[in-house]
């Protein structure tokens, strides 16, 4: 949702007409009808739909589109193995090879601690030896661009959310996805490891340097990573029980000037907490704020 769309929603909250090119509102209007905020009664006229129903439609919506693309994803990731055993026939000797669990790791930071892009996600916690730790937080400094995807199931283990966040805080940085995700590292956008059996423990990794291969795996990854939600966001919010009423009025109440009234602070107050709020959670406006904070659970 823009901006503007979110103005002529709070417009017609309080009953008015929002400003603007009548063209521009009309077409703003059709989108708020299609996200399930305003309805059209009978003479055709715009009606805005309660806080408290728009957004839980949103959620909603949020909810059903990323499950629908995770379930995608799933599936793609299932086909790679069954394309990689035909590797062969298609001639793809040179540029897809198998490596063995007891190497996996020794490859994997070879060819990463001198890269300047890896992208990876991990099912499971990653540890590595104090030298090549050391090696590592040193390529962070220099800002090497790092960023890993982990699933929420990881977080019941507090020392690999310790070390996590130790990695995350130099550069490496993490994010959380609600589904379970398949182990992948993808360097420079040109090299990639994946499992050589899906779901299969110890049983090595495919090294592709395919890129009609590897390209799709960045595009998958980027689709989770736009899904997941940054490590410590989740992991601390911190929230204070005064921000989480703020960000309950934020998302039933139209008016800053009631908002404000309600939690007995001034307007110029509640308006800087707001700003606060929507940087935390890295929304645009103030409806996503309330979408993002219900999906979080933090209100």
């Known amino acids: 949702m823009t901006e503007f769309e979110e103005e002529v929603y709070r417009a017609l909250l309080r009953g008015g007409v929002a400003e603007g090119a009548p063209e521009g509102v009309r077409v703003a209007i059709a989108r708020l009808v299609e996200l399930g905020l305003v309805r059209l009664d009978g003479g055709e006229g ?3 739909v309660g806080p408290e129903v728009g957004i839980t439609r949103l959620v909603r919506r949020r909810m059903l589109e990323a499950n629908a693309e ?10 790679l193995p069954a394309l990689m055993s035909e590797r062969r026939g298609w001639g793809f000797g040179d540029v897809v090879e198998r490596v063995e669990e007891a190497e996996l790791d020794e ?3 070879s060819l990463a601690l001198d890269a300047g892009e890896v992208l990876a996600m991990r099912d499971q ?11 590592l937080l040193r390529r962070l400094g220099e800002g090497v661009r790092w960023r890993t995807i982990i699933p929420r199931e990881l977080l019941k283990d507090a020392e690999a959310v310790e070390y996590g966040t130790r990695l995350h805080r130099a550069g490496d940085r993490h994010r959380v996805a609600d589904s ?6 993808i360097v420079d956008r040109s090299v990639a490891f994946v499992p050589a059996v899906v ?6 990794a495919l090294m592709i340097r395919q890129s009609g291969v590897v390209a799709p795996l960045v595009d998958l990854f980027e689709r989770v990573w736009d899904h997941a939600i940054d490590l410590e966001l989740d992991v601390s919010a911190g929230l204070s029980a ?6 309950f009025l934020l998302a039933t109440v139209a ?3 009631i908002a404000a009234r309600e939690m007995g602070m001034s307007l110029r107050s509640y308006r800087r907490h707001v700003a606060d709020l929507l940087a935390r959670l890295g929304a645009v406006n103030r409806i996503q704020a309330a979408v993002l904070a219900k999906q979080r659970g933090w209100i």
């Open 107 to 109: 490859r994997i930071c």
């Open 180 to 185: 379970a995700v398949q182990p992948l590292v």
């Open 46 to 48: 715009a009606v805005a």
């Open 255 to 257: 008016k800053d000037e």
């Open 125 to 135: 916690e990653w540890r590595v030896g104090a030298e090549v730790l050391s090696r």
């Open 70 to 79: 995770l379930r995608r994803v799933c599936e793609a990731w299932e086909t």
């Open 242 to 247: 005064r921000e989480r009423r703020i960000l």
């Open 199 to 204: 779901n299969g423990r110890r049983s090595g």
